[in-house]
């Protein structure tokens, strides 16, 4: 797929990236679609979808449907069979009411992580939590939620965990103390911020290890940290979910728990022990 999609990252418009993160995610169901049907989940134009394929160097977008099937490491057979049977789930769950529909794409959202998820970088992260000696979290927008539930688990272990300023220049107040002994942990979707790409460009600069977490799969890997990993939120048109982010940041606080010191398990412990000490001032 990778070697289809041969453009740099940074040479796409925006919704050409749309275009490119659909085909990686989809690459099962979008063979099926018309062009219609794609740039509809795409939120874009046929006209702007055609463009891209002559782009790339296909003469239309039947050519690059082609390419994709060729280009699957599974038989085109047995892709194209699994994708039918997609193609159907998602028909009979348009007959569900609308929360049982959410519910499924869930998930599909799920399963879609799960699918782009490497373990091995995914342990290695875990690890790297446990040896760095402070770690911030950039997340904005939609993702600062997530960047909290992150902080509130890890904070159980006492590892010292601290948040960059949401806005502006306002970055460059923790930012500025950040250094190589530190790890950072991002969170970006859709369009990635302008005090993201900043961010990216100083730990960079200098030396420092990050863990990002972004709904982009096209991405050039100089620039988009240590580990990465993706997170599903369904297409462009559809209300976007955070249940597959969620579900991912309870797995790397497992993983981080299994990994670490028996320090964690020691705060964890006295935790329990004040919440029990003072449970009639405080009931739990």
Do not use: W
Not at 16 to 27: D, L, R, S
Not at 83 to 91: C, E, F, V, W
Request: one cysteine or more.
């Amino acid at each position: 797929m990778g070697e289809l999609f041969h453009i740099d990252y940074q040479d796409l418009t925006e919704s050409e990236q749309k275009i490119v993160n659909y085909f990686n995610v989809n690459q099962a169901m979008a063979p099926l679609l018309s062009i219609t049907e794609v740039s509809k989940a795409i939120g874009i134009s046929n006209a702007t979808l055609s463009r891209f394929c002559r782009k790339l160097g296909f003469k239309n977008f039947k050519e690059l449907k082609l390419a994709l099937v060729s280009s699957q490491d599974v038989t085109p057979a047995s892709k194209l069979q699994n994708a039918l049977h997609m193609k159907q789930q998602m028909d009979r769950e348009q007959a569900l009411a609308v929360p049982t529909q959410m519910l499924y794409r869930d998930i599909d959202q799920i399963l879609q992580t799960i699918e782009q998820l490497d373990e091995k970088q995914f342990s290695k992260a875990a690890e790297t939590i446990t040896k760095e000696k402070r770690i911030f979290v950039f997340s904005k927008g939609a993702s600062n939620s997530l960047g909290h539930l992150l902080s509130f688990r890890l904070k159980r272990f006492g590892i010292h965990i601290q948040h960059i300023s949401l806005g502006g220049s306002e970055i460059f107040e923790t930012l500025h103390t950040i250094g190589p002994d530190d790890l950072l942990v991002l969170f970006f979707f859709g369009k990635t911020p302008r005090e993201t790409q900043v961010i990216f460009d100083y730990v960079k600069s200098e030396q420092i290890e990050t863990i990002c977490f972004s709904d982009q799969l096209y991405r050039n890997p100089d620039k988009i940290g240590t580990f990465q990993f993706y997170v599903s939120r369904g297409v462009p048109t559809e209300y976007h979910s955070l249940t597959s982010a969620i579900a991912l940041i309870d797995a790397l606080v497992v993983e981080v728990s299994r990994l670490g010191p028996a320090s964690y398990h020691e705060h964890l412990q006295k935790m329990h022990t004040l919440k029990e000490y003072y449970k009639k001032d405080i009931p739990r």
